[in-house]
């Protein structure tokens, strides 16, 4: 077994569509009409045939709440892995990425966290 697909709550699919794929370089794979929504999925440039990121409408209650309250608890919602954090850092804010955490060195990883402008904190990793 192994993970093919993972979501993410957003506010706005086109908005994120626009922001993962323009600010973040995430490169879309399907986008597919269902019902008054879309499946759209992306997924890294290096592994277009890796694990796909499903951009979640929230239009459920329960996604609404869950997305509202771990972002105020400053909670990411998921995780990226980045072979070196502090270029990471950098070419993201040369695109407009807000980082509400610096690189952080914890214990054998260093971290940092952004906010993807669709209800989300997403924190990327380099091990």
């Given at each position: 077994m192994?993970?093919?697909?993972?979501?993410?709550?957003?506010?706005?699919?086109?908005?994120a569509?626009?922001?993962?794929?323009?600010?973040?370089?995430f490169?879309k794979?399907?986008?597919?009409p269902v019902?008054?929504?879309r499946?759209i999925?992306?997924v890294?440039?290096?592994?277009?045939?890796?694990?796909?990121?499903?951009l979640?409408?929230?239009?459920?209650?329960?996604?609404?709440?869950?997305?509202?309250?771990?972002?105020?608890?400053?909670?990411?919602?998921?995780?990226?892995?980045v072979?070196?954090?502090?270029?990471?850092?950098?070419?993201?804010?040369?695109?407009g990425?807000?980082?509400?955490?610096?690189?952080?060195?914890?214990?054998?990883?260093?971290?940092?966290?952004?906010?993807?402008?669709c209800?989300?904190?997403i924190?990327i990793?380099?091990?």
């Amino acid at each position: 077994m192994k993970i093919i697909v993972t979501s993410i709550f957003v506010q706005d699919q086109d908005m994120a569509l626009e922001y993962y794929s323009e600010k973040l370089g995430f490169v879309k794979k399907e986008d597919v009409p269902v019902g008054e929504f879309r499946w759209i999925t992306l997924v890294s440039p290096d592994h277009q045939d890796g694990t796909e990121l499903l951009l979640e409408p929230n239009n459920h209650p329960a996604a609404q709440e869950y997305q509202k309250k771990i972002y105020a608890d400053g909670i990411p919602a998921t995780m990226f892995g980045v072979a070196d954090v502090r270029n990471e850092y950098e070419r993201l804010m040369k695109n407009g990425v807000k980082f509400t955490m610096e690189p952080t060195k914890m214990g054998n990883v260093t971290i940092a966290v952004f906010d993807d402008t669709c209800g989300n904190l997403i924190q990327i990793v380099q091990k």
